[in-house]
């Protein structure tokens, strides 16, 4: 059975900083590339930043500089280390597994956590 824990959200005031991790079980972690999403209340989920099994990253624009994606494969374990938080980071925040082999792609997700900055 796949599992994805995701934990480290609460509440933090503006500038502050939080980081999550994610923990896997029941996947072969070191091939997935591993992602963090976040979905705000009335939006649509999206891309916050992905670590692939050779340790690329990308990040969506509004993060970048302030958000660390990493992965500790040993661990089973990805981080989303966040800083100078926004209040318009306020969102659930989830982890991702994903994994694409001969055309055919598989995901899994955690349950999320939320992250809200306000003062």
């Known amino acids: 059975q796949v599992q994805l824990v995701e934990s480290g959200g609460g509440l933090v005031q503006p500038g502050g900083s939080l980081r999550l991790s994610c923990v896997a079980s029941g996947i072969i972690f070191r091939v997935y590339t591993m992602g963090w999403y976040r979905q705000a209340p009335g939006k649509q989920r999206e891309l916050v930043a992905h670590i692939t099994n050779r340790g690329s990253t990308i990040y969506v624009d509004s993060v970048k500089g302030r958000f660390t994606i990493s992965r500790d494969n040993a661990k089973k374990t990805v981080y989303l280390q966040m800083n100078s938080l926004k209040p318009e980071d306020t969102a659930v925040y989830y982890c991702?597994?994903?994994?694409?082999?001969?055309?055919?792609?598989?995901?899994?997700w955690g349950q999320g956590t939320q992250v809200t900055v306000s003062s």
């Open positions: 991702n597994a994903n994994l694409v082999v001969d055309f055919r792609e598989t995901d899994y």
